[in-house]
């Protein structure tokens, strides 16, 4: 799969089969991507934490509440990315610049996690809704819980949906 193709055919999963494991040479591939990713100044300002089995389901758990991603529950792993403290050079350009370069780290993190998630023929989705001190609990981690990624194989049947974008003039602007 080309990189369109892979945009075209990702898509949040919300339906896990969840008697299918993924692959440990899928999830390495997953990870070795996620590594690859471009960060300010090379920081890498994140934790991957990768739960399997009982931790996944607590996880799973822990992004449920008030009746929220109840699908998590199938997904067989949950990739919990927490925030890490910046590299110096790049804590002294987000207090100069006023910008939070952990939280663009961590949304590039995710892109590269779940476009080879779906190269890799798995489902993903990006959770923000969960409960923080739960999950820094279950995985014993000291950063803030940004995101939790979904992983697994989409049921059988489960139809890639129509994508609803707005139009490009609503989302690009040309200036010379």
Sequence with gaps: ?????????????????????????????????????????????????????????????????????????DAPLMLVISEMPYVATVALGAKLKKNDYRSIDIGILAAYITAEATAQGLGSCILGWLDDEKIRRICAVDGTVRLVITLGYAREGDKLRDKKRKDSSQLINTVE
């Design 1 to 73: 799969m080309n990189f369109t193709e892979i945009a075209e055919n990702r898509q949040s999963c919300r339906s896990y089969d969840p008697a299918r494991e993924v692959e440990k040479e899928k999830l390495d591939k997953i990870l070795h991507s996620a590594i690859l990713s471009p960060s300010a100044c090379n920081g890498q300002p994140y934790r991957i934490t990768v739960c399997k089995g009982e931790s996944a389901s607590r996880v799973a758990a822990a992004v449920q509440g008030m009746g929220m991603n109840k699908f998590a529950a």
